[in-house]
Structure formats: structure tokens, C-alpha cells
């Protein structure tokens, strides 16, 4: 039976209420919780701090500062069609990351995943972290399938998707991946590596 059905359902109130303390693999603590307008702030002066490459990886194109309007699309959400977490990291309770699913309506059962941790404090496990927790919580807000799009060369992302133990399609074309995972059952290792080998066979592509 999918797990996913035995999960308690999550609406757009309580999705924008997620507060969980965590602990990253060396024991800081961490916070994931629903982004909240007031983020903006934090999350504007943190885009000089980031390198092109983690702009370039997360967006696809040379990234200017963006305004505090700009900024504000991605914390100002519905969580009804955008659903997105951040998470604080160590006593200090900065903000290291944010991920998010965006889907084309509310009763769509497929998302779009992104997500982006700051260059400092990344290869700590933050992102899987994160990501596996954007998944759990995807799969109680009502999605089956999440698509990531992954540049050719994002090793890191390839990697972490690959790691989190859902059955994954991957499929090459024009120097970028698209990566989709079936979140529907409950996640297993073996599941995920088996897909994402025989796919990648089937796609003519290396798998990762
Ligand atoms: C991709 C990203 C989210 C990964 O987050 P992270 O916190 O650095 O990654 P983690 O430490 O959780 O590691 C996840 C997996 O990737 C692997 N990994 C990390 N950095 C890697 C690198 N540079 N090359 C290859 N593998 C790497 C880790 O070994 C780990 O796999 P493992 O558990 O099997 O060892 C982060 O690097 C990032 O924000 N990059 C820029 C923006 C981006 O690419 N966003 C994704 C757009 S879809």
C-alpha cells in the first residue's frame, strides 16, 4: 500500500506551519520550517555572499542582486502551489537554505522541486537534509512526482536526488537533466539506485 495514503494530509494552513529541529551529520543543530514573508530580508543579503556557480546551478543565468521585490516571490508563498522551507542553521539560527515545490494548480499531484544551500555551508548534508524533508512533505501535500531540472553538471544535485531513495527517470538533452522521482510509495535505497542505473542505460547516458 503507498505510504502515502496512510500519511495525514497536509493543507495549505498547516504546510505553511512546519517547524522541525533537526541535527546535521556532525550534530549542529538545525531548524526546517515554512518560509515566512519577513525571510526576505535574510534572504536578499545573503545573494552577494553566493557564487555564480550556485546561482548559475540553481537558476540557469548570471544572476544581478535581486531586488527586495524580487526576493519576495520566493517567501511571500501560498502553500497551496508553492511550498517552500528553509532551514536555519547552528545556535545562531541563520538561514543556510531553502528549497521548494511549485505546482501548476492545487490538485495537481506534480511539482517542481529547486532548492539552494549557501556555498559556505555546503557537502555538510544540509541539502539532502532539506531535500528529503521537501519530499516527505511534498508526498503529505498530495504529490506523486517530483521533476527537478538539473544542470549537466551539477554532480552535487544528481547525486543527492539519486541518494534519496525514490524510483527516478533521468533523461539528458541539451546539457541538462530532467530528473523525476516517484514519491509515491514510501522511499527505498536499492529502488533508487536501480532506476536511476537502468534509465540512465536506457537514455544512452552515464548513470550518476
Ligand atoms: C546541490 C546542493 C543543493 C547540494 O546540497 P549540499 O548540502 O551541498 O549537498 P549534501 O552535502 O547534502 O550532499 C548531497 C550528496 O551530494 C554529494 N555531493 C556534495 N557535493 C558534491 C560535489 N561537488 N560533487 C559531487 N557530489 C557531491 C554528497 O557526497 C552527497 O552524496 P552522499 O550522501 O552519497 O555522499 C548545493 O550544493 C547547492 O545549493 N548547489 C547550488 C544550487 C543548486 O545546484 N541547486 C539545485 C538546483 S535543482
Redo the contacts with the bound molecule.
Keep these: 500500500m503507498a505510504l502515502a495514503q496512510t500519511l495525514p494530509p497536509l493543507d495549505c494552513f498547516e504546510a505553511s506551519r512546519i517547524y522541525l529541529n533537526c541535527q546535521t551529520r556532525d550534530g549542529t543543530p538545525v531548524v526546517i520550517r515554512s518560509i515566512r514573508p519577513d525571510d526576505k530580508y535574510e534572504m536578499r543579503d545573503l545573494y552577494p555572499a553566493l557564487s555564480q556557480r ?1 546561482l548559475y ?2 537558476f540557469f543565468r548570471v544572476m544581478a542582486q535581486p531586488s527586495l521585490e524580487e526576493v519576495s516571490r520566493y517567501t511571500d508563498v501560498d502553500f497551496d502551489t508553492h511550498l517552500a522551507l528553509v532551514l536555519m542553521y547552528g545556535p545562531e539560527q541563520r538561514m543556510a537554505a531553502a528549497g521548494r515545490l511549485i505546482r501548476a494548480n492545487a490538485e495537481s499531484d506534480v511539482a517542481e522541486l ?4 549557501i556555498d559556505e555551508l ?7 537534509l532539506l531535500v528529503a524533508q521537501l519530499m516527505e512533505t511534498g508526498r503529505q501535500w498530495g504529490i506523486s512526482k517530483i521533476v ?3 544542470h549537466g553538471e ?4 544528481l ?2 536526488l539519486k ?1 534519496m531513495g525514490y524510483p527516478s527517470e533521468l533523461v539528458y538533452d541539451d546539457g541538462e537533466y530532467t530528473v523525476t522521482l516517484d514519491v509515491s510509495h514510501a522511499p527505498c535505497k536499492d529502488n533508487a539506485m536501480h532506476h536511476a542505473t537502468v534509465t540512465a542505460m536506457h537514455q544512452g547516458v552515464e548513470p550518476v
Design positions: 550556485t546551478m540553481r529547486s532548492c539552494l544551500v555546503q557537502h555538510r548534508g544540509l541539502g539532502k527537478a531540472l538539473v551539477n554532480g552535487a544535485m547525486r543527492l541518494g
